[in-house]
């Protein structure tokens, strides 16, 4: 198999090599071929313009132009009716999930304490015993304070075991077992009836 004439046996594209036996990618064509060289022009992209005489720097860098940065604007201040705890319901409650003593969710719980006592206690227990100057059940502790049922129950508990709230539990007699009084349910239902 022969060579193509004027080019090479693999790569019929090559050109001829250069006055000191450069081919077009400035190698020389065989080790020990020493000659000077000739600077020569980077490639450059078809179509791109030339900046600077031959043998500047090129491409040359272009200032870089900065993009518009608007004007950050300070987040708006959360309202304050809607206090969400920054703190997780498991760590206000120390990793309780049951109270000391049952609890009712109709439970009606009233602040005992002076607001001056309410100082160096939990922020949550802060809370509940501003909102507890009116009489407040349990789930509405824990709707207005918007923290779950189990949470409001253990840190009602609390206060009440420190004597900062009082707790009116629903229910009867202590000889009825808990229940509430057959008579005042019956006399309650004909109140309802007669309206």
Not at 14 to 37: I, L, V
Not at 140 to 156: F, H, M, N, Q
Request: with cysteine; charged share 20%.
């Amino acid at each position: 198999m022969g060579t193509p004439p004027g080019g090479h046996r693999y790569d019929g594209d090559r050109h001829a090599t250069g006055e000191h036996g450069d081919d077009r990618f400035n190698y020389p064509s065989a080790p020990g071929r020493q000659g000077a060289q000739q600077p020569q022009q980077p490639y450059r992209p078809y179509g791109q313009p030339h900046y600077g005489p031959p043998g500047s720097d090129w491409p040359r860098q272009e200032p870089r132009i900065q993009p518009v940065q608007q004007p950050r604007q300070a987040p708006e201040p959360a309202a304050p009716a809607a206090h969400n705890p920054l703190v997780r319901p498991y760590a206000m409650t120390g990793g309780r999930t049951r109270p000391r003593y049952q609890l009712a969710i109709e439970a009606l719980v009233s602040t005992t304490a002076d607001p001056s006592r309410l100082q160096g206690q939990l922020p949550e227990h802060q809370r509940i015993c501003r909102l507890c100057f009116e009489i407040k059940s349990v789930a509405e502790i824990s709707a207005l304070l918007s923290i779950p049922l189990g949470v409001a129950r253990i840190l009602v508990a609390d206060l009440a075991e420190a004597g900062l709230v009082a707790i009116h539990q629903p229910g009867g007699d202590e000889s009825a077992g808990g229940q509430p009084d057959v008579t005042l349910l019956e006399r309650v239902l004909s109140g309802l009836r007669k309206l």
